[in-house]
């Protein structure tokens, strides 16, 4: 075990100089490597949240001379498993004179489409609206993730001074704003501002780090992150208490799993009152640290706060009004106490889409939850199907783990609905 591996107690250290080796000076193969390293530890980014990069010099193929050319995780996939042909490739040059053409903020979503023409490698992956996150920063190795220690941090109500003292102004921060041309822009104003520093956190989001080398970002990004949760581990052993501490006991395992079968069916019905609906139920002990504690119902009408985690989720859970042992042989009258409810939840989706809608928004999707807590039970998710139903749970996992750190450091602020909304339905 190298002297790296020894220093992480909360990341996990998993290069192999003999692997990287191989690889030689291929920065585009390093890239994929170190991308794919950072995406097999869920505590560095949540499944298929934030995105990689470098810059090196390739030749162009328009004039035979070297070129400075920038590949960058492309739309959609998982850093885990990216691939070369996940990846997007621009000219550099080209991408950062879309600045001369860029109208403001209320246009800019007009830039995704001229990314196309700053494409490169013609079999590119289609650049995502995080490029220019990486395209204005002049670091020829980037780490864009969403880690969950970080985003506690991010979304803390004093993240910004936290972020100051934790890493002695070596990690700047830029407010929160919707990805895009705009954030690209801010992100290099901030490092204008604070030349020197070795990342900056987004707001309410995530994390940037960066490095010379692959090897130097992916250091920079686990020690990093490593301090992040380091420091709120410490809160949490100094407060002694998570969420406010316990308010009701779980339920015994078997009597759980037997609670959470007989009420699945009648979950799914009210949820596929729009959409035939698959569930998935966890009962996992963080989630469960989480729905039994005091501050349940303080914390989870607030939202989630990365945007990864509420596109998934829902703006809000529904938490049941169930005892955890009631009788679920009385089908009838647990229906009755449920109905309120889901009324009451539609209703409250449906105000949040009136109230934040544009004059261009697409049409209001389903307005069931995602996300049900049964304290003393467990968690259940719904979707169209399995895999995103258990998306959904691993996604407000996340979501638990970001409140339980903001609220060990400071307090846990949520996206504001408008933001969460121009995100939604973007
Ligand atoms: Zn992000």
Known sequence: MSLSAIQFKHVSYLWDEAKA??????????????????????????????????????????????????????SGGDIGTLKKSGLAALYVDRL??????????EYEDEMVELFNHCIYDLASKAPSIDTPLHGFLPFKHIDHLHPDAAIAIAAAKDGKKITEELFGGTIGWVEWQKPGFDLGLQLKQCLDENPGIRGIMLGSHGLFTWGDTAYESYINTLEVVERCASYIEDNINKNKIVF????????????RLKQAAALAPVLRGFCSSQTKMIGHFTDDDRVLQFINSNDLDRLAPLGTSCPDHFLRTKISPLVLNLKPGENPDDVKSIKEKLSPLFVAYRKMYAGYYDTCKHSNSPAMRDANPVVILYPGVGMFTFAKDKQTARVAAEFYTNAINVMRGAEAISSYTSLPRQEAFNIEYW
């Open 21 to 74: 080796a191989t690889f030689s000076e291929d920065e585009v193969a390093l890239l994929i490597y170190r991308s794919n390293l950072l995406g097999a530890d869920l505590r560095l980014t949540n499944y298929g949240g934030g995105n990689t990069s470098c810059k090196a010099m390739a030749k162009d193929p328009l004039t035979g001379e070297e070129t400075e050319v920038m590949w960058v995780k492309g």
């Open 244 to 255: 406010g501490g316990e308010k009701i006991d779980s339920l015994p395992k078997e009597d």
């Open 96 to 105: 950062r004179s879309l600045k001369n053409v860029y109208r403001g903020i």
